[in-house]
């Protein structure tokens, strides 16, 4: 899925409308298309969130890959949990429940942006990992996070790269959280109470040499 018109949050907002739309049937190969628009905000993060869109790219294409047999995601999370292996690492449901994280990310990274015209983006970005990956990563992710927010762009920086302005932003920013607050509801729900549990991540992969270290 490609911005709309090189303006990352208006096409952000067709996207998750597209499925926001499609109910509790979400479809698998719509939902992996929207999960590749939205790892795009990651690029325009700085090396920080490299890892993060490494590693939860890895989770769209398993999502993508079984999309042919199993067509929404509530079949892809009852086939693993009637297999026993929803929170195995790897499993197609335990990668979803990942995503569906990154989702809550960014719409947290949005709201402390929407909030504030004075907050900056490395403060978002932290309140927004706090409230959606942080509980899932190893103390030594997180406190690679933690160092790595000196090298985050100014907030000035990130909308320009996502082609917006403060007025165009938040023309977009309220129908993104709202339809992204309801799509990870949605996606709660269906686990019916199975608890995933921390990722066993030590280590945070180098950001290749034209980007720059990582954090």
């Not at 996207?15 to 979400?26: F, N, R």
């Not at 325009?44 to 067509?71: C, D, N, P, W």
């Amino acid at each position: 899925m490609t911005n709309h018109k090189g303006r990352y949050l208006e096409g952000l907002s067709v996207s998750l409308k597209a499925v926001h739309e499609q109910g509790d049937d979400i479809q698998s190969a719509d939902f992996a298309r929207l999960c590749d628009h939205i790892l795009e905000a990651f690029d325009h993060l700085g090396t920080i969130m490299y890892f993060a869109k490494v590693e939860m790219g890895g989770k769209v294409e398993s999502i993508r890959k079984v999309s042919a047999q199993l067509k929404t995601l509530r079949e892809v999370v009852d086939a693993d949990v009637r297999a026993g292996r929803a929170t195995t690492k790897g499993s197609c449901a335990r990668n979803l429940h990942r995503l569906m994280l990154v989702i809550t990310f960014v719409r947290l990274l949005l709201q402390q942006l929407l909030d504030s015209p004075s907050t900056q983006l490395k403060d978002a970005l932290w309140v927004a990992y706090k409230g959606s990956l942080h509980p899932i990563h190893t103390y030594m992710v997180q406190t690679a996070v933690w160092a790595g927010l000196g090298m985050v762009p100014s907030r000035a920086a990130f909308m320009a790269s996502i082609g917006e302005d403060e007025d165009s932003a938040r023309q977009h920013v309220p129908e993104v959280l709202a339809a992204a607050a309801e799509l990870a509801g949605r996606l709660e729900r269906m686990y019916g109470g199975t608890v995933m549990p921390a990722s066993d991540l030590t280590y945070i992969p180098a950001a290749p040499a034209a980007a720059g270290a990582t954090m």
